[in-house]
């Protein structure tokens, strides 16, 4: 760059070509008789105009006002507009009501001998009437807690001002927004509400505003996504959006039965019921037993199946959205580029039929899931929307001696390198691919053990963005150092290219 482009103009420049530029033509004659000598004036007007000192030198003249329709030239600058404030919804007091009930609680279940003689000892009507206080308490304490919180969006930042005894302020620089997601509980959807969750690079839990009403939400996220990016908000309603795939209920059903959960539940409660049947030849202790573990798997498989209830992945400009939820909904974005690393995930059972299910793991963003399930073509179209140019190379298997390394395991492991990924898989009964462009690559590891070392084998570890570790084992030695010291170079080149065509997060 130029040594002078860019740099500010000599102020005393005009000036040098004409002294007395400030003062408009003719305003001699029409000036009324100073109060003040001419010399007196410049030097009073030396505070105020970058001409000062040329003026204090020049020949006195008399100082006179501006006429009425000259505009100023030290007018103040416009102030800006204030942001407005704005509330919660009123639905909201009766989510945050339970702070003092939850109180109560508390306290019943850490002493619940001392809980249970103090209510005892108690007389109905003085019982009613503490009930009531409590429930009264806590009204009063959603109301004041609901008319506190405020929240405003500026040019940079989200702000929310909160609490009731002790104020907080959360300034929330929107340049560091991962993603906003807009979720629906079921009693939130009866009431027509929804609450916004924010993922902010640097924090381990989402800041929230609940509740909004719905459209207001959603035109909240579409804002702060279009701030976020640095362009123009485009006006109350979202980008429009192009369905890519959307998981059948029955597929998912199925998935989430053939996971190895139910599997593994089986036995667990097949094993446990054989030992207890070999100790009392009780019917009734297997039952006690057998009950809590298979109802606790039921409860688990059945959070899963509607977690990922009508999963639908849509192409959008603000990057693909997840929309999914049976009794609570949620709204997603995939945040463009801030993709590190993608997980493609078989269960034995799985591959049987050809599913696959595809992970994300995201730079400071605790969403982790792309599809739950999805045939493997379509899983790899999805990684070609994640990661723009890049394709799923085949991992090679290492040599055979490193069975002697890794027993019967070395057949599930995989390595591949081109010009997009590094690819790295294990596992046998569940099998895992990971895909880390070189650009996301922080550093890369060689390790050689003795045994290793023997065997002429050696093991990689790449570290990417989202502070996660894909390891490759058991790999030809000569191959794992030539990859060591080709994959630095491979990520510099990869970084100055994404440099130059990677997106900002939220732009579409």
């Known amino acids: 760059m130029s040594g002078t482009a860019g740099l500010p103009g000599d102020p005393y ?4 070509e004409n002294p007395y530029g400030a003062i408009p033509a003719g305003a001699h004659e029409n000036m009324p008789a100073p109060a003040t000598t001419g010399t007196t004036a410049a030097i009073d007007a030396a505070a105020a105009s970058p001409t000062a000192p040329l003026l204090a030198s020049a020949p006195a003249s ?6 009425p329709s000259a505009p100023s030239e030290l007018a103040a600058p416009p102030t800006p507009l204030p942001h407005p404030e704005r509330r919660l919804h009123p639905f909201t007091p009766l989510r945050r009501a339970w702070a003092p009930v939850a109180v109560v609680l508390g306290w019943a279940v850490h002493d619940p001998n ?6 005892s000892a108690l007389a109905t009507g ?29 040019e940079s930042e989200l702000r929310i001002r909160s609490g009731v005894l002790f104020r907080r302020t959360a300034h929330i620089r929107l340049d560091r927004l991962q993603a906003v997601d807009v979720t629906r509980p079921l009693l939130g959807r009866l009431a027509g509400v929804a609450k916004l969750k924010l993922d902010v690079v640097g924090t381990k839990s989402k800041d929230e505003l609940a509740y909004l009403a719905e459209p207001e939400a959603r035109a909240l996220r579409a804002e702060l996504l279009a701030r976020a990016a640095g362009g123009v908000v485009r006006g109350p309603g979202e980008a429009e959006r192009r369905v890519l795939w959307r998981v059948a209920p029955g597929q998912l059903a199925g998935s989430v039965l053939l996971s190895g959960g ?13 030992l207890l049947w070999t100790a009392s030849h009780s019917p009734w202790s297997i039952a006690v037993t057998a009950v809590p573990i298979l109802g606790g798997a039921a409860a688990k498989l059945f959070r899963t199946y509607a977690n990922a209830y009508d999963w639908t992945v849509g192409a959008s400009p603000d990057g693909l959205r997840l929309d999914h939820g049976l009794l609570e909904t949620a709204h997603e974005t995939v945040p463009p580029g801030r993709v590190q690393a993608v997980r493609l995930v078989q269960p034995l059972l799985w591959r049987l039929l050809g599913w696959v299910r595809v992970e994300l793991h995201v730079a400071g963003s605790q969403n982790s899931v792309l599809v739950p399930v999805a045939p493997y073509a379509e899983g790899r179209a999805l990684v070609a929307r994640v990661l723009p140019g890049a394709g799923v190379p085949e991992p090679v298997r290492p040599p055979a001696r490193a069975r002697w390394r890794l027993a019967w395991w070395w057949r599930g492991q995989g390595l591949a390198v081109d010009g997009h990924l590094f690819v790295a898989r294990q596992g ?25 070392r023997a065997l002429g084998l050696a093991s990689l570890a790449v570290d990417h963005g989202a502070n996660r570790t894909v390891r490759v084992r058991a790999r030809a030695a ?3 150092r030539a990859v060591f010291h080709a994959q630095a ?8 290219a994404s440099a130059r065509v990677e997106p900002r997060p939220g732009r579409g």
Do not use: M
């Not at 001392?114 to 209510?119: F, S, T, W």
């Open 13 to 16: 420049e005009d000036a040098r």
């Open 62 to 67: 008399p100082a006179a006002p501006l006429p």
């Open 114 to 119: 001392g809980a249970y003689r103090q209510l």
């Open 126 to 154: 003085t019982l009613v009437l503490a009930s009531l206080g409590v429930i009264l308490v806590a009204c009063v304490y959603g109301v004041l807690s609901w008319w506190v919180t405020w929240f405003a969006v500026t």
């Open 262 to 274: 139910l599997c593994g539940s089986l036995l667990v409660t097949a094993f446990v019921s054989w």
């Open 428 to 452: 046998v009964l569940r099998r895992t691919t990971s895909l880390v462009p070189h650009a996301k690559v922080q550093s890369v590891r060689f390790t050689q053990g003795p045994w290793e």
């Open 478 to 480: 000569g191959e794992a």
């Open 489 to 496: 170079d491979r990520s510099r080149t990869s970084r100055r």
